[in-house]
T-cell receptor, first 112, second 114 residues
């Protein structure tokens, strides 16, 4: 079945550090890929997405590139801020199919 | 535009009681999703509706859970009787074909069953 795997465990880093969160997927066909972010006490909100191979999604300084050859969609940000502290979810969907398959999420804590 | 609205935001109840969670999707959205989030199991899809019709309820844990969508602007998730293991944050999300495959989440209902 379609599934998403995120690296285990929370991520703690200092302000202005480089952030990478790994995401790999298993799917038949060519899904669309997403990163959602959940700030404390809130629902999930879309951060960025990519709909085909080699597409790069970007928003708020975050980027992720759809890599078909490695079935990956890693999230990166060059210089994190305290306000980036949140839980980040990788997800996939298929065109015409409303369902999203979410990874387990990664808690990111940015220390001043 | 108003986002997805959920009520109540917090609910504390005793085991055995009936719990009803409510959701108002974004106007014009034709798909609605109910999720449950716990530390142990992460984010789980319980059920989703398309044009008010339940499409997939395979994620509903057991018969104690039921969901309805009587019209395009309202849905309920009911737990009867509730149990302590139902304690979780329940999210409602909606989507529209105009923004393909993107779901818009509500703020969630934090449920505690004592």
């Amino acid at each position: 079945g379609n599934s998403v795997t995120q690296m285990e465990g929370p991520v703690t880093l200092s302000e202005e550090a480089f952030l990478t969160i790994n995401c790999t997927y298993t799917a038949t066909g060519y899904p669309s890929l997403f990163w959602y972010v959940q700030y404390p006490g809130e629902g999930l909100q879309l951060l960025l997405k990519a709909t085909k191979a080699d597409d790069k999604g970007s928003n708020k300084g975050f980027e992720a590139t759809y890599r078909k050859e490695t079935t990956s969609f890693h999230l990166e940000k060059g210089s994190v801020q305290v306000s980036d502290s949140a839980v980040y979810f990788c997800a996939l969907s298929f065109y015409g199919n409303n369902r999203l398959a979410f990874g387990k999420g990664n808690q990111v804590v940015v220390i001043p | 535009d108003a986002g997805v609205i959920q009520s109540p935001r917090h609910e504390v109840t005793e085991m055995g009681q009936e719990v009803t969670l409510r959701c108002k999707p974004i106007s014009g959205h034709n798909s609605l999703f109910w999720y449950r989030q716990t530390m142990m199991r992460g984010l789980e899809l319980l059920i989703y509706f398309n044009n008010n019709v339940p499409i997939d309820d395979s994620g509903m844990p057991e018969d104690r859970f039921s969901a309805k969508m009587p019209n395009a602007s309202f849905s309920t998730l009911k737990i009867q009787p509730s149990e302590p293991r139902d304690s979780a944050v329940y999210f409602c999300a909606s989507s529209t074909p105009k923004v393909k495959e993107t779901q818009y989440f509500g703020p969630g209902t934090r449920l505690l069953v004592l």
